[in-house]
């Protein structure tokens, strides 16, 4: 368990609040409680691995909208929702949004201690994954123009002379374009590159290249 | 140099002389020129230095030398330094006792060539230079004057007068060069004491009190003093060239023109006016303008004086005067003043009396303190009045002095306004009226006091109205009972609508009379019997109320009863009537008629009934003769002759006889004839009266005889009039067509030849009765001639006619009434049977005093007495309880106070065996004549009823319970979900105990007693929700305590929070403070509340969240707690607010409709109310209206 995966517990029930916090760090989390939704969401991490531990029905904003928001920021966080009582609709809409589980109450308090652990699992998971993405959109933002122009001909995997005649410049340049290219984006060949950039989430990339990654990865569409 | 050629010279002297003078006005500073004109000098003298100078004189007269050029001081060190030393002035030397003095002293030419011995030299200052020789030469001025000198010094030779004499031109030019510096110099000091002078007259101008404005023709502002600027607040330069108009508001073109016409024949005029700052405001001004003219033009000069302080002092000044004139007019009347805006009252030195108040403030507070209370809020309206409308007015109220007095006070007010027609002031005057008003308290007590004696004076008191019909305007009790017309039928009503047309003629003619000749008139023995009956006889005194002009105005009567006295009275009118017989004896004629000499006397009297006297007729029979009517004269002789052929002791004959005026008199003639010694006729006495009114009245007796007859015959009653004995003298139409006999035939006979019922002894028993003057009245059967009889009711009633005594009577034909008689009594045999034998009420009568009277037969069955045990008991102590004994009696003496019954009530009463029956009560008061009244009791046992209304509370108790369990139902979900949050808490406490347990409690006590606590709390809960469901859900009989609808609120609330909360609803209360009890079922009230809760929420289901919001709200109304649950949902449309309330109906898809008609029993069985109010804003609100619990505790 690292120092950065902690549990956030909302509840408006205070009780339940102290009781599960009381639980949890017993078993060795890290707890945040808060008796709302608002103050929750004011206080939450954009930038780090954690799951939230949430009631559903909350005066002003409840369970199902705080997990529409944590989405919306693009929150890491991972959901557990607990509720008194949950009609069908509500608990298929928690789930298709990737909620963790939704647990009843009174629960058994293992059940939760498990979700707790799958949700931290799986919010490191995709803190991880957004880390590397952001390092890779890092390295796509130090390239200059006319290195951005090179490598997007080399992602269609056209040659160097093509790729010179193309934008009329003299082998030499281009081949000292390239291996800028491929220095700054901390890559050794051309495919690694591509894989590199295919392994982004291709929403996050820059308008221009995505359509040409497209292109690379899939050149019969 | 050479020596100066003598042809030559003047030539060229006369040059340069000219030269100078060019250069003398030319130059701006002349010293250039008088350097120039020594260098001139010295050159041509060939000398080796000199100076021009001017000649002055100090302000002490001494004159001295102001020198403006010198030679050789530029160039010889020596002399410069001199000059330093000795002219630290400037170029000044006073110093004349030298050779240049002695030019000066003398005017004349001075020539040294020694000059170290010359006596006129003073010796020269130490530095001046080595004088080796000298030439003074004066310098003269136009009018011969000295203006200055030119000094020389050592020519080679020495000088001489020639040359002095040649050197003369310059001299004089120079000469006129001094005097036109000194005319300027001249020029100049005057310029700086006119431009003095100015400056002093402008400050004088600036400073006079008075606004200076020099103006030109066009009124155009030439100048103004620093005064104008400062009170129109404008800059002097801003001034310049303004127009009257622009700064004066009230001025007007054709005044200006009719002001400048005025001013051009040399006027001075005065104006007022206002002038306008340069704010905009404004001040009276007081202006006088006078022309002048200045450069051949024409100007004004205006004086503008700001006379605001005298217009105010003016506008005082009236105030006090017209002050002054209030006061003035009403003599010994305090005016006042009320400020309006200060509040300040002021009081003239009357006032202080007048009010009572020797240390009146002069506030209106203080005013206010004086009123009596009762005042105080009339007299504030009256004032507001006053201002509001802004007549002058006047009002009238008490004050209570500082000595504890009540005056009276009246005051009459105006309103003072200011220019914009607020009122600013109140002033008025003030009087003490009290006097007055106990002379007027005085007048209405003596007014009443009168009224009273009018009223209860036994004798019968009423007033016509002449002018509107002879109308009764008073009537009073006496004139009630008398006339037996009760006031409120009389009063505006005449004698014609109550008594016959002839009687009523008969008084209004009196009445007419009285008023006319403005004098009482009596009427006795007036009978009057409007409404049948007995008649009463009356003396009646009828007068005129006059006016205050003494006009008569209306008519007064007093009328007494005089029906008992009239027996004796009318004895005694007939032995008055006999005296004035014989005090008329003075009007009878004597005649004494001498058979044998056939000579007849008559008496002066018996003239004068003919209108003669003394001689005027003879005594002879002829003179009798002659004037008896013939047509009377045969029947009078006869009498005559018969009278002595009989020998009657009484001779009496009636005939006319002629008058002297020629008109016929009545004579009756009496007389007896006189016997001589051998018992033959001697001669006759008798005596004429006259009888011409007699005989009149006997006419109109007659007339009026057939009238009443036919009056008398037209009677719907038959009337007969029977002698003493009974007989019958009279009878009318009537009697006849009703006993079926002739009018003859009825006549003689005795009243049992008609009257079956009758007997002789009767008759008798009646006949006493009817001599001692009563009247009789009884019922009897009258027997037609044809056998038949009929009911008759006879009123008898004796009177006295020519000392005889007859009875009238009155005969009605009562077939009709007996016949009704009979109905009623056969109906009330009914009802009495119908009483007597009801079997489901039963019937009481009773005496106030309890005494049973009647006891039907449902009573027995009801109460278990029979009628024998009952009658006669005391009802209260039979059928009452004991402790309800006092009560009881206390509604009876009431009801018998009254006259009222009791309203009908629930009684729980005692049967014979001890047992109780409920009964609903209703009482009758039945009033009696001459008796107390009787109490009827009509009693329906409602014992039954009573099971049933407690079994219907049972039932309505165990829907109310069924309601609520219904509610709890319908709150399952929300309920095990608010279970669920304590149990939920508890696992998760509970699991973390364990783990402590489990990892060793080392370091952990705490933390772990913190959980166990925890965990005891949340438990406690659980424990807490349930009761509340337990209590809510149990079956209690309804109990009324106090209850704090505050609490039940708030407990209400908590029962259905989760739900609310879950629906995000929101509660908002606004409960008032310290709300008083009321008296109340909890778990009722609690359910109605819980019930409108939601309601309210089902409403707000369909709106957005942020008008999810029921606010529920408690007040206290007076008598009553009202508590609301307004929500502001769907509301309620116009036609479902009529059924509301009814059981099963309701406008939700899964609602039963049975909610609020519970909760509508509920309140009315608190008795309070429940209504539904759609909201403006939208939603609804439910309004519960509950009476505030008198007792505390249990009820």
Sequence with gaps: MTENTTVYVVDDDEAVLLSVQAMLSQ???????????????????????????????????????????????????????????????????????????????????????????????????????????????????????????????????????????????????????????????????APELALLLGATRLSQLPSGISANVNQAENPDI | MSVIDAGQEPVDLLAAVVAIQRQFIAESEPQQAFEHALGLIVERSRSEFGFIGEVLSTQRGELFLKVYATSGVTTNESFRKFYEKNAPDGMEFHQLDNLFGAVIRTNKVVISN????????????????????????????????????????????????????????????????IFSIQRDRRRRESEAALRANEARLRIFADHVTDGLFLQDAETRVVDVNQRACESLGYTRDEMIGMRRADFDSEITDVEINAYAAQLATGETIAFDSRHRRKDGSEFPVEIRVSPLWIDGKPHTLALACDITERKRAEAKLQESEERLELALTASRTGVWEWDIGTNAVFWSPECYDIYGNKSFDGQAESFRQMLHPDDLEPLGETVQRTLDEGTINSWEFRVIGSDRQVRWIANCAAVRRDELGRAIKLIGTARDITEQKLAEDALRQSTLLLENVVENIPLAVFVKDPQDDFRIRLWNKAAESIFGIAREEMVGRNAHDYWPKEQADLYQSVDQKVMKEGVFQDIAEEPSNPHGGNSVFLRTRKMPLFDR??????????????????????????????????LQGADVGLWDWNLVTNEVVFSEEWKSQLGYHGDEIANSNVDWESRVHPDDLPRALTNVENAIERRTAEYRSEFRMRHKDGSWRWILSRGSVIDDAHGKPAGMLGVHIDITDRKR?????????????????????????????????????????????DRDELIGMMPVEFDSDVTPEYTERVLQRLETGETVAFDSRHRRQDGSTFPVEVRLRPFRMNDERFHIGLVRDITERKRAEQALRE???????????????????????????????????????????????????L????????????????????????GAEEMELVRHDGSKITVLTSRVVHPRAGKQPEFFCFDVDITDRKRAEEELTLRQAELLHASRLSTVGQMVAEISHEVAQPLNAIGNFAAASERILETGVDGQMSTLCEYVRAILDQNQRCITILDRLRDFSRRAPASRTSCDIGRLLHDSVDLVSLELRRNQVRIQFELADKLPPVSGDRIQLQQVIVNLLTNARDALLEQPDDRRTITVRAFAAPDAIVFEVEDHGTGLAGDVTVHLFDPFFTTKRHGMGIGLSICQSIVKDHSGRIEAISNPSGGATFRVRLPISRKKGHD
């Design chain 2, 549 to 582: 002009n003494g006009k008569p105005t209306l008519l007064l009567a007093i009328c007494e009863d005089i029906t008992a006295r009239n027996r004796s009275e009318a004895a005694l009118r007939e032995a008055q009537r006999r005296l004035e017989f014989t």
């Design chain 2, 879 to 902: 059928l009452y309880a004991k402790h309800t004994h006092e009560q009881e009696r206390r509604i009876m003496s009431e009801a018998l106070r009254t006259g009222k019954p009791p």
């Design chain 2, 114 to 177: 020694s000059p170290a011995k010359d006596p006129r030299s003073g010796g020269l200052p130490p530095g001046h230079p080595p004088l080796k020789s000298f030439l003074g030469l004066p310098i003269f001025g136009g009018k011969g004057e000295l203006v200055g000198m030119a000094g020389l010094a050592n020519r080679r030779g020495g000088y001489d007068d020639a040359l002095a004499a040649r050197l003369q031109p310059l001299c004089d030019a120079l000469g006129v060069m």
């Design chain 2, 697 to 741: 009245a006997e006419e109109a007796l007659q007339a009026s005889e057939s009238r009443y007859r036919s009056f008398v015959d037209h009677a719907t009653d038959a009337l007969f009039l029977q002698d003493h004995t009974g007989r019958v003298v009279d009878v009318n139409e009537q009697a006849c067509v009703s006993l079926g006999y």
């Design chain 1, 27 to 189: 078993h060795g989390y890290l707890c945040r409680c808060y008796l709302s939704a608002e103050e929750f969401l004011r206080d939450a991490p954009r930038d780090s691995p954690g799951c939230v531990i949430t009631d559903l029905q909350m005066p002003e904003v409840s369970g199902v909208e705080l997990q529409q928001r944590l989405l919306a920021s693009q929150s890491p966080l991972s959901v557990v929702v607990v509720t008194g009582v949950a009609d069908v609709p509500t608990t298929v809409a928690l789930m298709e949004r990737g909620a963790v589980t939704l647990l009843e109450k009174p629960y058994n308090h293992d059940d939760l201690v498990r979700a707790v652990e799958r949700g931290l699992a799986a919010s490191r998971e995709r803190w991880l994954k957004r880390r590397d993405e952001q390092s890779v959109l890092d390295r796509l933002a130090s390239l200059t123009e006319d290195e951005r122009r090179v490598m997007e001909c080399m992602l269609t995997g056209q040659p160097n002379k093509a790729v010179a005649h193309r934008l009329e410049l003299s082998m030499r340049t281009v081949d000292r374009r390239r291996q800028a290219v491929l220095e700054k984006m901390g890559v050794r060949t």
């Design chain 2, 827 to 877: 109906s009330e045999a009914r009802l009495r049977t119908l009483l007597e034998n009801i079997d489901r009420v039963a019937v009481q009568a009773y005496e106030p005093d309890g005494t049973i009277t009647f006891w039907n037969r449902a009573s027995e069955l009801f109460y278990g007495y029979s009628a024998e045990q009952a009658l006669g008991r005391d009802l209260v102590e």
